[in-house]
């Protein structure tokens, strides 16, 4: 099988249809069509710097379409890992660069092939780009602005649930959304840089090496980390996204999450040090005195995602947090209000 992903001589970058069957990136051409490359990040916008978009998607086919509108003046690639869905055909649809895995490896493994399309393609920067989310306008650019000095490796931005299921799940899942930004907003002006992720985050190729963890954020910080360079919190790049839909489905994230945390040892999530969590949560109230009621039920929640992620780590239940687990349900396209978010 071949690996043919390159550009044409008129300097447009190929709509390809690549079917991953291997962890490996084996693939072969199944169709090509060609389309622009944009250039959003020549010299006249960003220096240096050439951003791809990365949308790892697994059964999104309801949301990709609202996405891939809003965000169509830049690069995009969709990897469908492995989708039983009409994901594909709606990245096709958008005139996109696609990338199929014929079965699902993973998030992690999504983007490692999102990565190696980018260095192929000359790209500086990637862009990870939840598929059920709406990023606000500007915050890509916001989020790629900060890679343009030496010393920063890669930013994240604040993430905002919108409700897609219960009210209580939604209430909860905003308190802790809030822990994990208020408390990233801590650790800059502490440290001067940031955990980062979770469902859009940007990172500069060099030497990058998406290395061994459940969190593929957490890994790509890590890596970046052991670089010398930093990560950055940018507030006001601000990605809207589905919250979970019910209390199992916040649980399970989030013994998710301390898993993968527990695996990664050096892990900067706000969540994960103590000093970091206290002020954060302090931080999350003073912001919304709504919130008051939902954070003890949101520190249970956690507590015993912590408990669970322990146990299954002593374990060794490595293999469990291989996928995502996702939910049997048909998805419906984003809806964003702003009304309750300055």
Not at 15 to 33: G, I, N, P, Q
Not at 68 to 79: F, P, S, T, W
Request: glycine share 8%; proline share 3%.
């Amino acid at each position: 099988m071949s690996n043919d992903l390159t550009h044409d001589s008129g300097g447009l970058l190929r709509s390809l249809t690549v079917l991953v069957e291997r962890e490996d990136f084996a693939a072969t051409r199944a169709e090509t069509e060609p389309v622009k490359r944009l250039g959003w990040t020549t010299a006249d916008r960003l220096n240096h710097l050439s951003c791809l978009i990365v949308i790892c998607a697994y059964n999104e086919a309801p949301n990709l379409p609202q996405l891939l509108k809003k965000v169509a003046a830049y690069d995009v690639l969709v990897i469908d890992d492995g989708s039983l869905d009409g994901t594909a055909a709606a990245a096709l649809a958008a005139g996109v660069n696609l990338v199929r895995h014929a079965k699902r490896l993973g998030k992690k493994e999504a983007l490692r092939d999102g990565v190696r399309f980018a260095i192929q393609h000359g790209y500086s920067v990637v862009l990870d780009l939840g598929a059920d989310t709406v990023p606000d306008d500007e915050s890509i650019e916001k989020l790629v602005a900060p890679l343009e000095r030496d010393d920063i490796g890669g930013a994240s931005g604040r993430q905002i649930p919108m409700k897609a299921g219960s009210r209580l799940a939604y209430l909860i899942d905003d308190v802790i959304w809030a822990v994990l930004s208020n408390g990233k907003e801590y650790q800059m002006r502490r440290d001067g840089d940031a955990y980062l992720g979770a469902v859009m985050f940007t990172f500069k190729l060099d030497l990058m090496n998406i290395g061994e963890g459940t969190n593929d954020d957490e890994a790509v910080w890590s890596h970046l980390r052991s670089q010398g360079l930093r990560t950055v919190y940018v507030k006001d790049a601000v990605v809207y996204f589905d919250a979970s839909s019910s209390l199992h489905a916040i649980l399970d994230r989030r013994i998710r999450m301390n898993f993968g945390h527990l695996v990664q040892k050096d892990s900067g999530a706000p969540s994960a040090v103590f000093a970091v969590a206290a002020m954060s949560l302090f931080a999350t109230f003073n912001e919304s005195k709504r919130r008051l009621p939902w954070i003890l039920p949101a520190m249970a929640i956690e507590t015993l995602a912590k408990l669970w992620a322990w146990k299954d780590f002593r374990n060794r239940q490595f293999g469990k947090y291989a996928l995502w687990v996702t939910l049997n349900k048909t998805k419906s396209p984003l809806a964003v209000d702003y009304t309750d978010h300055g």
